[in-house]
């Protein structure tokens, strides 16, 4: 069973840092593009930054400049360092992964689509 566990959470003053991770289990053999997702109270989902297999990595404008995606593929596990927190970036973050590949025993391996961790608290306090 495959599942995605985000930890590092915690509280932090503005002007800190805090460094998450997000770390992958099971039979994988390898996993394309991780994200990084947060979710304030009473707000929508909102993309923050994402990281492909190749290393190719994107940021939200909200966090440019202050947070750095990163991933270890052999530990499976993607990280996100995030300086410079402000108030405004107190949410629930959840990692995503959008297609791991498996092994299978008919085809030798297949992808499986879209998992989600179960969040970690970041509470910035101003």
């Known amino acids: 069973q495959i599942q995605l566990v985000e930890s590092g959470g915690g509280l932090v003053q503005a002007g800190g840092s805090l460094r998450l991770s997000c770390t992958a289990s099971?039979?994988?053999?390898?996993?394309?593009?991780m994200r990084w997702y947060r979710q304030a109270p009473g707000k929508q989902l909102e993309w923050v930054a994402g990281?492909?297999?190749?290393?190719?990595?994107e940021y939200a404008d909200s966090v440019k400049g202050r947070f750095t995606i990163s991933r270890d593929a052999a530990k499976k596990t993607a990280f996100l360092q995030m300086n410079g927190l402000k108030p405004e970036d107190t949410a629930v973050y959840y990692c995503?992964?959008?297609?791991?590949?498996?092994?299978?025993?008919?085809?030798?391996?297949?992808?499986?689509?879209?998992?989600w961790g179960l969040g970690t608290q970041v509470t910035v306090s101003s």
């Open positions: 995503n992964a959008d297609w791991i590949l498996i092994p299978d025993e008919v085809m030798g391996s297949k992808e499986v689509f879209d998992y």
């Open positions: 099971g039979n994988i053999l390898s996993i394309n593009t």
């Open positions: 990281i492909t297999i190749g290393d190719k990595t």
